[in-house]
C-alpha cells in the first residue's frame, strides 16, 4: 500500500515562504505523476500543482509564479515551495496520486 506524508507546514508571516514536502512510500515513485491540492475552512480541496514522471508541471493561476512543485526521485519526495505566502494561501496543503491522499499539512499566513 502506497503512503504519502506531508510535512512542512507551519505559521508564518506574509510575504514569508515555506516549503512543504510530501514523502512517497514504495519503489514505483519515479513513474508517478504527483499533485499538491489545498483545502480552506468551508471550502472545497483545490487544485495547487502537479509534476510528471518527465518532470512536466502546471500551476492553478492563484499560485503561479509564487509556488515551484520539484521531485527527488531518489528520496521518493515531491515538494512544494510556497514564496511570497499570502493569507488567502491559508488552508491544509495534500500531495495526491491517483485517488490516494496523504493526511495533510497546516499552512497558515497571518500578521
Known amino acids: 500500500q502506497v503512503q504519502l506524508v506531508e510535512s512542512g507546514g507551519g505559521l508564518v508571516q506574509p510575504g514569508e515562504s515555506l516549503r512543504l514536502s510530501c514523502n512517497v512510500s514504495?519503489?514505483?515513485?519515479?513513474?508517478?505523476?504527483i499533485n499538491w491540492y489545498r483545502q480552506a475552512p468551508g471550502d472545497q480541496r483545490t487544485f495547487i500543482a502537479y509534476?510528471?514522471?518527465?518532470?512536466?508541471?502546471h500551476y492553478a493561476n492563484s499560485v503561479k509564479g509564487r509556488f515551484t512543485i520539484s521531485r527527488d526521485n531518489a528520496k521518493n519526495t515531491v515538494y512544494l515551495q510556497m514564496n511570497g505566502l499570502k493569507p488567502e494561501d491559508t488552508a491544509v496543503y495534500y500531495c495526491?496520486?491517483?485517488?490516494?491522499w496523504g493526511q495533510g499539512t497546516q499552512v497558515t499566513v497571518s500578521s
Open positions: 495526491n496520486i491517483k485517488s490516494l
Open positions: 509534476i510528471t514522471s518527465a518532470y512536466n508541471t
Open positions: 514504495g519503489s514505483m515513485f519515479s513513474t508517478y505523476s
